[in-house]
Structures are given as C-alpha cells and as structure tokens.
C-alpha cells in the first residue's frame, strides 16, 4: 500500500526558504499514471494547493505562490521536494503531499495523503 | 482560478438523519469531451489528513461506506450522508480539478446534534 511521509525543519525563521521532502513507499513515483502534488493547510483553517510534479519534473504551481514555489523530482530516490522562499507568518501551516491521480488532459485528485507536517515561521 | 464555494459552514445533525453539504463552482467544472464533472469530495477528522470520498463527483472511492453519495452537474454540487454515524463527524472539502489550478471550496465542519 502506498505511503508518503513528509520530513524536514519544523521551525524556519522569516526571509528564510522552507524546504521539505516527500518520500513515496510501497510504490514508484515514476508511474505515469500519477502526479505528486503539496498541499498545505494553515491552523484552524482549509487546504490550499502549493503545486504539483510529474515523474518528467513537469510542473504546475498555485499562481498565488508561483514566484516562491520550486518542487522538484528525485526519481531515484522515490522522493519529491518543496521549496518556498521569504517565507513569512503567514506560510506557518501543515504541509502535506499527496499523489494525484492523472487522466488526460491534466492531473485530477488526491489520494493518500501523508500524514502533514507542521511548519512554524518565527524567529 | 475556479472559486469553490461550500454552504454551509457548519452543520448538526441528529444520529440516524441525513446530511447533505453543497458545494457551487463559480464556473462549470462539467467536461464536454467526456462529459464528466471534475469534482472531489474529502474527508478530513481532527488531526488526521483528509481522506478521498467521491471523485468525478459521484464516483465513490474503494472502501468508502455507501452512505456517501455525490451528486450534482456544472456548477451545483451535493455531498450527501444517508443516516449519519458517529465517526462521519469530521470537516469536509469539495475540490475541483476541471482547471489545472486546484482549488478547494472552505470547508464544512459537520457535528452531532
């Protein structure tokens, strides 16, 4: 059964550049069938698509926060990445990544979801 | 982008009773080519990640009970608990994905009555 488990620092300091990972168990990322996608969620609040990835490293990102998002793709090592850069309060949430299923012509839900983690901006 | 909006916020319901969540695009999410909604429903209980319900908008996921129903065309969208039990208490999210930009309706914080 596919898993995903986010890691990386709970705490970055404002002006800062989030990085997290995603590591994908129990199946292969470079299934054409999927993208991969980062989803986040502030504190007491709803979900707010990031971006999402294809095996290939085709992306789309939310256009709110384009110009801070890159994610990339490490096929051999079954794991995708989030960075988000001059971070501020306002990105404190939970980060979550999900695999998103993909039916031409583009990517459609989420499912599973890992677990989340909590990023907290603050210096 | 698509707005995604979700009525109501927040919902009680009596055990045993039917609950029904809307969900209104602010653009059609109906696909001509294939003629199917692009539209999801999630299930998200405290401290966990949301949960897939129901994909192309009335296609229930694998494992989920039937006493979940999507329905709806276009614009107009309904989640739908027949007779509700105690675990469906949880928030839940409509999600279109007829735009490569996805987005999701606020939420609707469903409770016992």
């Known amino acids: 059964q596919l898993q995903l488990q986010e890691s990386g620092p709970g705490l970055v300091k404002p002006s800062e550049t989030l990085s997290l990972t995603c590591t994908v168990s129990?199946?292969?990322?470079?299934?054409?069938?999927?993208?991969w996608g980062w989803i986040r969620q502030p504190p007491g609040k709803g979900l707010e698509w990031i971006g999402s990835i294809y095996y290939s490293g085709s992306t789309y990102y939310n256009p709110s926060l384009k110009s801070r998002v890159t994610i990339s793709v490490d096929t051999s090592k079954n794991q995708f990445s989030l960075k988000l850069s001059s971070v501020t309060a306002a990105d404190t949430a939970v980060y979550y990544c999900?695999?998103?299923?993909?039916?031409?012509?583009?990517?459609?839900?989420?499912?599973?979801w890992g677990q989340g983690t909590l990023v907290t901006v603050s210096s | 982008d698509i707005v995604m909006t979700q009525s109501p916020d927040s919902l009680a319901v009596s055990l045993g009773e039917r609950a029904t969540i809307n969900c209104k695009s602010s653009?059609?999410?109906?696909?001509?080519?294939?003629?199917?909604?692009?539209l999801a429903w999630y299930q998200q209980k405290p401290g966990q990640p949301p949960k897939l319900l129901i994909y192309?908008?009335?296609t229930r996921e694998s494992g989920v009970p039937d006493r979940f129903s999507g329905s709806g065309s276009g614009t107009d969208f309904t989640l739908t608990i027949s007779s509700l039990q105690a675990e469906d208490v949880a928030v839940y999210y409509c999600?279109?994905?007829?735009?490569?930009?996805?987005?999701f309706g606020q939420g609707t914080r469903l409770e016992i009555k």
């Open positions: 999900a695999r998103q299923r993909y039916q031409l012509p583009q990517p459609n839900w989420f499912d599973p």
């Open positions: 129990g199946g292969s990322i470079s299934s054409s069938s999927y993208y």
């Open positions: 999600q279109q994905y007829y735009s490569t930009r996805v987005t």
């Open positions: 653009q059609s999410v109906l696909y001509s080519s294939n003629n199917k909604n692009y």
């Open positions: 192309w908008a009335s």
